[in-house]
């Protein structure tokens, strides 16, 4: 095999993390149109899956430094998989929540697997007009007459969560689709050295003040999720001169200060959390392992206006495209030992206790069989000692905050709803219609044009 087999160190820290649990990402995908047929499903998904790179792997066995090829034909009965006669959103969002642990394939089986979950109930009711049907903010809307949801699986070993949404573009659309982007490697600035070596350094001390936060794991994971439309993200956007993805961090750091007043009065001290950026190259579309970095973001959520939160994230995020902190850290990667993903992630866990991600499926128009996509999420099931993560994923025309967590997380499945709400054109909804976007730009003190989300 070639040198794009070769197991990485991040890949290696999630093959070890595998000897407790299974590390599993993936993407929830909701379409509306008829549910398509389980064998027209199931030819396309594995006719496509076999000219995927990263689909095509095995485990490896013990200490191994590269990938297994399949040596059998895909088994439709294993790889791609359906649930039925889900009565109501409440079911759908249990049987979404339950695939984040549900064993993967293994033994010779490339670990991966597709879902067609359907036979949701009609939409309607109070909770769907309130934006959140049941205990999955997206049930409601999968729950409409002929509406589905598919679910890609994926051990992280094998695929990070961009190399997923590349994948399941090509397994399910009609047409292709550009997904996410993909970022040429440079030669980092020194600056970026400097400010990856300084992250480094404080991930090796424990996150203060937020006790919640290191509460043991009780080991079940829930997901749930809430909607905003892109063009009201990016009316902020315009508005605070600013990319979509920091009005995101925005809206997150009002739902952790909401969330943590929910749970008593007090001070709301600042949450650092892990932001990850892809590294994945033009010609790495499909190609195993991950390739991804992070980066410690200190999200504000002691800012008591919103224009405050988002010129405090819009520094930091500046900071890192300035100084091409991704590149720096990609070349720190692409030079560690092989051990040392498994030895930084045990840090990371205590300086970031919860990890972030954004990503664009699609910004056009997607359908998969004739149904139209109509939003996604992308997940990653916390079971290695995080307590919570979230993901912002641009699909259908909307912007997805899917929030999966632990248990032992007190009021976690408010938190996308705070954010929602943080970031409503609703006066209701918090601080975020025209009064709170005008304050944002006074705050921010005349910032420069945004640049892409």
Do not use: K
Not at 37 to 62: H, M, S, T
Not at 189 to 203: E, I, K, T
Request: proline share 8%.
């Amino acid at each position: 095999m070639s040198d794009e087999h070769a197991i990485g160190p991040i890949d290696r820290a999630f093959l070890a993390l595998a000897r407790q649990h299974q590390p599993t990402t993936g993407f929830f995908l909701d379409f509306a149109g008829p549910v398509p047929d389980p064998d027209a499903l199931a030819e396309r998904v594995l006719g496509r899956a076999a000219g995927l790179p990263a689909l095509n792997l095995l485990r490896p066995g013990g200490r191994a430094r590269r990938w297994r090829p399949r040596t059998a034909d895909f088994d439709p009965g294993v790889h791609v998989r359906r649930r039925t006669g889900l009565a109501g959103p409440d079911a759908l969002a249990d049987a979404t929540s339950a695939l984040l642990s549900h064993p993967l394939p293994g033994d010779e089986h490339p670990p991966w697997d597709l879902w067609l979950l359907d036979g949701a109930a009609e939409r309607g009711g109070a909770a769907e007009r309130d934006g959140a049907a049941g205990r999955d903010g997206a049930a409601g809307r999968v729950g409409a007459r002929g509406g589905f949801r598919l679910v890609l699986r994926v051990h992280h070993a094998v695929q990070d969560g961009v190399g997923a949404a590349h994948s399941a573009l090509a397994l399910l659309g009609d047409a292709a689709a550009a997904g996410p982007p993909l970022y040429p490697a440079r030669l980092p600035r020194p600056a970026g050295a400097l400010l990856a070596a300084s992250d480094a350094v404080r991930q090796l001390g424990r996150v203060r003040d937020w006790p919640a936060l290191r509460a043991h794991p009780a080991g079940r994971t829930a997901w749930t999720s809430q909607d905003v439309p892109v063009a009201r993200l990016r009316q902020l956007a315009d508005a605070w001169r600013t990319s979509v993805n920091d009005v995101c961090l925005t809206g997150l750091a009002r739902a952790v200060r909401a969330w943590r007043q929910d749970g008593g009065p007090g001070a709301c001290p600042d949450l650092p959390v892990l932001v990850a950026m892809s590294t994945r190259g033009p010609g790495q579309r499909y190609a195993p392992g991950n390739h991804v970095v992070g980066y410690r973001l200190l999200l504000p959520s002691s800012a008591t206006r919103l224009g405050e939160a988002a010129a405090r994230v819009r520094r930091q995020t500046d900071a890192v495209r300035r100084t091409g902190t991704r590149d720096a850290r990609r070349l720190a990667v692409r030079a560690a030992p092989h051990r040392a993903g498994e030895w930084a992630m045990g840090y990371v866990r205590n300086a970031v206790p919860v990890g972030v991600s954004s990503v664009t499926v699609a910004d056009e128009e997607l359908t998969c069989l004739g149904a139209r996509l109509t939003g996604a999420s992308m997940f990653y099931d916390v079971h290695d000692g995080l307590l919570g993560y979230v993901s912002f994923t641009r699909a259908g025309g909307v912007v997805r905050c899917g929030v999966v967590y632990d248990a032992a997380l007190p009021r976690a499945a408010d938190l996308a709803r705070h954010w929602r709400r943080a970031l409503s054109p609703d006066p209701a909804g918090a601080e975020a219609g025209v009064a709170g976007a005008a304050e944002a730009v006074e705050g921010a003190g005349g910032a420069r044009p945004g640049t892409p989300a």
